[in-house]
């Protein structure tokens, strides 16, 4: 089993910056894809970015492309998520999701295939 814990979220302006944090603890963190999501209320939980196991290769979604960067530190079991640039409407939970790397498996954008989830982390951006 994996266990996730976010941390890092708050309150920011508008043009401001946070870094997530996902702690994980468990299997060993580098034989899993990884993954940011978030989820306003009232909305479903859409991908943000994600990171395959050794990092090489990462994915963003087009609302953060040029403003977030995923990364991930082996050595600390944690994978970040540095956003630029807030806008309001980044304003979410945001959640680290873990699934196991399978040889010939594409990465997932998907939500309901990820295995393992942190209880989220709350991000606002003012105006």
């Known amino acids: 089993q994996v266990q996730l814990v976010e941390s890092g979220g708050g309150l920011v302006q508008a043009g401001g910056s946070l870094r997530l944090s996902c702690a994980a603890s468990?299997?060993?963190?580098?034989?899993?894809?990884m993954a940011w999501f978030r989820q306003a209320p009232g909305k479903e939980r859409d991908f943000v970015a994600g990171?395959?196991?050794?990092?090489?290769?990462?994915y963003n979604t087009d609302s953060v492309k040029g403003r977030g960067t995923i990364s991930r530190d082996s050595a600390k079991n944690t994978v970040y998520l540095q956003m630029n640039s807030l806008k309001p409407e980044d304003t979410a939970v945001y959640y680290c999701?873990?699934?196991?790397?399978?040889?010939?498996?594409?990465?997932?954008?998907?939500?309901?295939?990820?295995?393992?989830w942190g209880q989220g982390t709350q991000v606002t951006v003012s105006s």
């Open positions: 999701a873990a699934r196991p790397a399978v040889v010939g498996r594409s990465y997932s954008h998907t939500a309901y295939e990820y295995d393992y």
């Open positions: 468990g299997r060993t963190f580098s034989t899993y894809d």
């Open positions: 990171i395959r196991r050794a990092g090489q290769s990462t």
